[in-house]
């Protein structure tokens, strides 16, 4: 047998009645609610007896389908949809919804306009990178949904939510709900309106003020679009002197660059400035006395700073990761540098700690790897170095500090720097090194000659060895008996507490290189310098 041709079973009658249309009299097989020709709604009363189809034999080929069944299900669902509005003669591409659909569109687009609006507003407000991108995922899915309100998408969502009716039958019924939606054209307007709004309101930069104790507190800055890279901050306003910024006035204003600020302020409070990286040049008010916490962290083209002596608080991280701060003056009141103070502050080569200066907080100079020298007085009132305070300073090989001070056992870890104490004698650092050429440290052993110049080879250290001769053991720290040996004969010299150092020749002096070497007794590190 043919594979093409296949024997049809008897057709059982599902449906053994029919309908005739009032209107234009047409009689329809089948459940119709609508009449296909007119659109008229069918009455269910009009129910007639259909007599039962004789069974027939079919011979069935590729042929007998319809070519429109070779799309996918996406393509023939729009061309059902299609050919069932031309039948209701509904166009499309008409400005036409349903009036539930436009009244959601509606309240959808209101929100939207609202939320750029908003968004556009924000900008001005500087607040950081990531509140900008989540407000963008907010407005692209709420466009997103706005774009579903369409009638092709919600005659889409009423078939597939009803799989047991015609399709003729659901555009019938959404015909009776249709109204044009005469806002299509103004919703782009109201968008931009909400775009265009901000950016007028917007246009210079506006202050924003708070009531305080003596005055007014800026409370926010917002730059315009006349001016990204400077701000000025007022004496008075309403009659009264501003006398401080609160937290965050200026932050994350990545254009700004200067900014000048009135005598009358003396309160910064945290963060003022955090993450402007392009603000170079700044005059703290002369009667500043707060100074909160990251208040220029992360302003990464500062150079200097000079903070008044009026100052007496300033809160943690006030600079850190300023990688281009080189130069700072601190306050002759401050009682504290906290901790994070300057750390990651790579281009700081000295700094010098105020007499007034009680603690230096954990972290205060972590990783300030150009720092070389911090320097201190005898009249210092330094009582406490935190962890990590002085950490991964790789330029810091020494520092002088008080006696009786609390250093904690982290304060200089992965730093190269020898400690010292006022009143004592700097072993290692007695001889003036600025005469010789070359600056060393080596090791001497008691009997065995060592010889000078492995380092950096010269020719007037050359065949010139030095040893321990012998060692005096004394209780106060032991003497080392050194013997030289060169060119021009020996000589025999003692490096002792007394006198730790001695110039062989006008091109070769040693001495000890620190204290704990005189409690030593059979091998001593001493430091050379040559020419």
Do not use: W
């Not at 499309?92 to 009036?99: G, L, M, N, R």
């Not at 200026?250 to 254009?255: D, L, Q, T």
């Not at 002759?332 to 790579?346: A, P, Q």
């Not at 010269?458 to 013997?483: C, H, P, Q, R, Y």
């Amino acid at each position: 047998m043919n594979n093409n041709i296949t024997e049809q079973t008897p057709i059982e009658q599902l449906d053994a009645t029919y309908k005739k249309c009032s209107q234009c009299g047409a009689e329809l097989k089948g459940p119709y609610k609508f009449c296909p020709k007119c659109g008229k709604e069918i009455a269910s009363t009009t129910n007639e007896p259909l007599p039962v189809p004789p069974v027939t034999k079919v011979v069935v080929t590729p042929n007998n389908f319809n070519p429109i069944y070779n799309n996918s299900e996406e393509e023939l669902l729009n061309k059902f949809i299609d050919q069932e509005l031309k039948k209701a003669g509904i166009e499309p591409d008409k400005k036409i919804v349903t009036s539930d659909i436009l009244k959601r569109k509606n309240i959808f687009t209101i929100i939207f306009t609202v939320l750029v609006f908003v968004y556009i507003s924000l900008i001005f407000f500087h607040f950081p990178m990531k509140t900008y991108i989540i407000g963008l995922i907010i407005l692209f899915i709420y466009y997103k949904y706005t774009k579903r309100y369409d009638f092709m998408t919600y005659l889409k969502k009423e078939i597939k939510g009803r799989p047991g009716e015609k399709i003729s039958n659901i555009v019938m019924s959404a015909k009776n709900s249709i109204v044009e939606d005469n806002l299509k054209k103004v919703r782009p307007l109201m968008i931009f309106a909400a775009f265009l709004l901000p950016l007028l309101i917007f246009k210079d930069p506006r202050i924003m003020y708070e009531k305080t104790n003596g005055g007014y507190n800026v409370r926010f800055y917002t730059f315009g679009l006349t001016n990204f890279t400077t701000a000025s901050i007022p004496e008075t306003y309403k009659k009264e002197n501003v006398v401080g910024l609160r937290g965050n006035t200026f932050s994350n204003m990545y254009f700004l660059k200067k900014v000048s600020l009135p005598d009358t302020i003396t309160e910064i409070r945290g963060q003022a400035f955090k993450n402007d990286k392009h603000l170079k040049n700044i005059t703290l008010p002369n009667k500043l006395e707060y100074l909160g916490g990251g208040a220029f962290s992360n302003c990464t083209s500062l150079t200097e700073i000079s903070l008044p002596d009026t100052l007496t608080y300033m809160g943690g991280e006030t600079f850190s990761h300023a990688s281009s701060l080189s130069k700072v003056e601190l306050s002759e009141n401050l009682t504290e540098i906290r901790g994070n103070s300057f750390e990651y502050c790579t281009s700081l080569s000295e700094i010098r700690i105020p007499d007034n200066v009680e603690r230096i907080g954990g972290h205060a100079f972590f990783g300030a790897s150009s720092l070389a020298n911090v320097e201190l007085t005898p009249n210092s009132k330094l009582n406490e170095i935190g962890s990590s305070a002085f950490r991964e300073c790789n330029s810091l090989y020494s520092i002088t500090i008080p006696k009786n001070i609390s250093v904690n056992e982290r304060a200089f870890k992965d730093s190269p720097t020898n400690i010292n104490y006022f009143g004592e004698i700097n072993y290692g650092h007695l001889i003036d090194s600025g005469k010789y050429k070359y600056d060393t440290f080596d090791y001497l052993y008691q009997g065995v000659e060592t010889k000078i110049g492995k380092s950096y080879p010269t020719v007037n250290v050359e065949n010139v060895t030095l040893k321990i001769d012998s060692v005096n053991v004394l209780n106060g720290g032991n003497e080392f008996n050194i013997k030289y040996s060169g060119p021009n004969g020996e000589l025999t010299f003692t490096l002792s507490q007394a006198v730790p150092y001695k110039v062989i020749n006008e091109n070769l002096a040693v001495e000890i290189s620190g204290e704990e070497m005189f409690r030593r007794t059979s091998a001593i590190s001493i430091r050379l310098y040559y020419n």
